[in-house]
């Protein structure tokens, strides 16, 4: 069993920066692939970013590609989003989600356990 919480999240102006984490709980972090999604409102949560289990690859979405970048430290069982270069359009509901395996994937539901999601909100 793993538990998430993520932080981090909060209002910035477009142009700025926000870096969330996801605290894990359990001993097991170091064996899952981690991923971040995020759903804006009246949206379907969509893939943002992933990282394998050891953090040697990532991934990203095309629409964040550049500017954010995902990282893990599985001495502390956190992984990070650092956002920079924040649109208006990137305003959503973000959740870390952990899988079961060594790479991360794109599909929500292949996720096993998930966090409650910090709001992110960037206005124009």
């Known amino acids: 069993q793993v538990q998430l919480v993520e932080s981090g999240g909060g209002l910035v102006q477009a142009g700025g920066s926000l870096r969330l984490s996801c605290a894990a709980s359990g001993r097991t972090f170091s064996s899952n692939a981690m991923g971040w999604f995020r759903q804006a409102a009246g949206k379907e949560r969509e893939f943002v970013a992933g990282i394998r289990r050891s953090g040697g690859s990532t991934d990203y979405a095309e629409s964040v590609k550049g500017r954010f970048t995902i990282s893990r430290d599985n001495a502390k069982n956190t992984v990070y989003l650092q956002m920079n270069s924040l649109k208006p359009d990137d305003t959503a509901v973000y959740y870390c989600?952990?899988?079961?395996?060594?790479?991360?994937?794109?599909?929500?539901?292949?996720?096993?356990?998930w966090g409650q999601g910090t709001q992110v909100t960037v206005s124009s």
């Open positions: 989600a952990a899988r079961q395996g060594i790479v991360p994937v794109t599909t929500a539901t292949l996720y096993d356990y």
